[in-house]
């Protein structure tokens, strides 16, 4: 297969973005995951851990737009590595350090991250649809990025930017969805959740304390048993969310508390 036709689909994804902008993290209607660009992979482990030995001091490995798909990257030192636009549909990078990475716009639909570390990662406008990162440490990281569907359980975005990002909307509004997603016993002390999606997500357990949660919608969200303490609610949608009486009294500000299920 040409290198041309494996990449092509990069080029109409970018273009894709920019075009519909109200789609902007809803682009699994535009792309067709059984292309090889999107099913197969470039590389073998083993060429990933010689590009990583071969590395000079301090340099970061550049996987940019590359099809990574399908392969077990498992507990490597990915730490800084360049991986925006690559596709890594159903690669397996479960416990695997991608501290500092540049993530963003990556393609990682069902991939397994559990018990990775992202602390500090960047990922922006990327595909995590039905991603498996239970216990994964997203903590200082940048998150606007679709997890509908994610395994999240257990997993940490202590002081994480999850927040809609309201100055560049070129591709249009760009922040955390983490629609029916599962939150049971995350953390998101100190988190900036603004305007993030949580609509469905099961989140029981879970600890929101000093979290900014302004304007985010979390209409028919599972929160019994989770925490609140000092965090920001104003605008945020609780329509149909379940949660406990006692959390109630700390989100000052919520719209729909009245329509919310107080357990």
């Known amino acids: 297969m040409s290198r041309a036709r494996l990449f092509a689909p990069l080029l109409l994804c970018a273009a894709l973005a920019a075009y519909a902008p109200a789609r902007a993290q809803d682009m699994l209607r535009n792309v067709d995951l059984d292309q090889?660009?999107?099913?197969?992979?470039?590389?073998?482990?083993?060429?990933?851990?010689?590009?990583?030995?071969?590395?000079?001091?301090?340099?970061?490995?550049?996987?940019?737009?590359?099809?990574?798909?399908?392969?077990?990257?498992?507990?490597?030192?990915?730490?800084?590595?360049?991986?925006?636009?690559?596709?890594?549909?159903?690669?397996?990078?479960?416990?695997?350090?991608?501290?500092?990475?540049?993530?963003?716009?990556?393609?990682?639909?069902?991939?397994?991250?559990?018990?990775?570390?992202?602390?500090?990662?960047?990922?922006?406008?990327?595909?995590?649809?039905?991603?498996?990162?239970?216990?994964?440490?997203?903590?200082?990281?940048?998150?606007?990025?679709?997890?509908?569907?994610?395994?999240?359980?257990?997993?940490?975005?202590?002081?994480?930017?999850?927040?809609?990002?309201?100055?560049?909307?070129?591709?249009?509004?760009?922040?955390?969805?983490?629609?029916?997603?599962?939150?049971?016993?995350?953390?998101?002390?100190?988190?900036?959740l603004s305007r993030a999606d949580l609509r469905y997500a099961r989140a029981p357990g879970a600890v929101f304390d000093k979290a900014s949660l302004r304007d985010a919608d979390a209409a028919g969200a599972d929160f019994t048993g989770a925490r609140f303490d000092g965090a920001s609610a104003e605008g945020l949608s609780l329509d149909s969310a379940r949660i406990d009486r006692s959390a109630a009294a700390t989100l000052k500000g919520a719209a729909d508390l009245d329509r919310a299920f107080l357990q």
């Open 36 to 192: 090889p660009a999107y099913s197969q992979a470039e590389f073998t482990r083993a060429d990933i851990e010689a590009r990583l030995a071969a590395a000079k001091t301090g340099e970061k490995l550049d996987l940019s737009g590359r099809s990574l798909n399908g392969l077990d990257l498992s507990g490597l030192d990915l730490t800084g590595v360049n991986l925006r636009a690559a596709r890594l549909v159903k690669t397996r990078l479960a416990g695997a350090k991608l501290d500092g990475a540049i993530l963003d716009q990556a393609w990682l639909l069902e991939a397994d991250l559990t018990g990775a570390s992202l602390r500090g990662a960047h990922v922006f406008a990327a595909q995590l649809q039905r991603a498996r990162a239970e216990g994964a440490d997203f903590s200082q990281s940048r998150l606007a990025a679709d997890l509908s569907g994610a395994d999240l359980r257990g997993a940490s975005f202590r002081g994480a930017n999850l927040s809609a990002d309201m100055k560049n909307q070129s591709m249009g509004l760009m922040r955390a969805v983490l629609r029916s997603a599962r939150l049971d016993g995350a953390r998101f002390d100190g988190a900036d």
